[in-house]
Structure formats: structure tokens, C-alpha cells
């Protein structure tokens, strides 16, 4: 199932993309309580006012996200919040198709001066420690080599605790999502702030 939703407010100072899997499409949550909408509240609670679209689509792999980018960037964002990779991990998909995708993704993202904060991911603990290594290294060299903003692990502080997530143990609870919004908050300001400066 595909979400974009533009929020309540049309016409927002910053207009943020959301483009990720069924961690930005919010699987299993009740409508306002998934990643970009937690989001755009935070953000408006300390006065920035944000506009979260929700271009996350379950089950959706960074070749999906790939082959849909020029559809999701039809919202005119003024920055981007790259968060693919988990269901490439979570099939065991080759690290370098990995990288293959959102290298290109990144690429035009660049080539249209949009700001990008890129959301890292682990693999799977039982795929062995090589393929975890070399998976978690395509986030981190990506980040260098296109010069953007870095969450290493989207999941940061939620994965593996059962009263933050929901029964599969995969997607975060409500309160699990509220967790993973204060943890990148610093890191969403200084997207915001790039995207002001780039607009200049």
C-alpha cells in the first residue's frame, strides 16, 4: 500500500520527504501516530514549521524506492529523509545492489540541491557478521561520499525491546516511533537548516 500525505498544513515553510519502507509508512499504526507525522508535531511543538510527507511504501526495497523517486519528489520537498535498506537486509539481498540504489538516489537528489539526512540499517543478526558488516559499511560510505547528513540506525534505542515494538518485533509501537523521533531530532534541525541555507 502507497501513502503521500501532505499534512493539515499546505503550505508549510519546510516541506520535508519522507522516502522509506513500511518504517516511514507507518505499518501496523493508526493514522498520526507513524514516523512523519510524529515528526511534524515535534517539530511544530518548538515552533518550525514543517511539513512531513509520508512517501513510505511497505515492503518496498531500495530498488523500489529507487524506481519510485521522481514520483515521490513530485511534492517539490525542500530536504529529504532517506530511510531504505531494511528490507534489502531483511531478504538478504547483496550489499552492493544495495549501495547500487542508493547511490543513484542520492545522485539526483544532489543533482537537484536537495539536502538529505540518510537513515542507516543493520542487518539481520542471523545473516552472519561479514554480511552485517559490509551492509552496515553501505550507509556510512554513501554518507561520506555524497557529503550528507548521517542517522546511523534508524532504530536506534527501539530494536529488540518487545514493549516498543509490535508483535512481529519488527515495527515500532507508537511509543517506540515517539522514541525514534527525540533520538533524530538533532539531526532533523540541521536538515532544516541546510535547507534554508540552500535555498538562500
Known sequence: MIFLTLGPVAHAEIRILGLG???????????????PDQLQNALRATGIDAEVVNAG?????????????DWALA??????????GANDGLRGLEPAETRRNLDA????????????????MLAPPNLGQEYGAEFEAVFRELAEKH???????F???VVGDP???QKDG????????????KRIMPRVKELISKSKTAAR
Open 21 to 35: 519502507d513500511s518504517l516511514m509508512a507507518g505499518y501496523g499504526l493508526p493514522p498520526g501516530d507513524g514516523f
Open 57 to 69: 511504501v511497505s515492503g518496498d526495497t531500495s530498488a523500489g524506492g529507487r524506481a519510485r523517486l
Open 75 to 84: 511534492s517539490n520537498p525542500h530536504a529529504v529523509i532517506l530511510e531504505l
Open 105 to 120: 538516489i542520492l545522485t539526483t537528489l544532489d543533482e537537484k540541491g536537495l539536502p538529505v539526512l540518510l537513515a542507516g
Open 147 to 153: 557529503a550528507v547528513l548521517f542517522y546511523p540506525f
Open 155 to 157: 532504530l536506534d534505542g
Open 163 to 165: 514493549a516498543l515494538n
Open 170 to 181: 519488527i515495527h515500532p509501537t507508537r511509543e517506540g516511533v515517539a522514541i525514534i523521533v
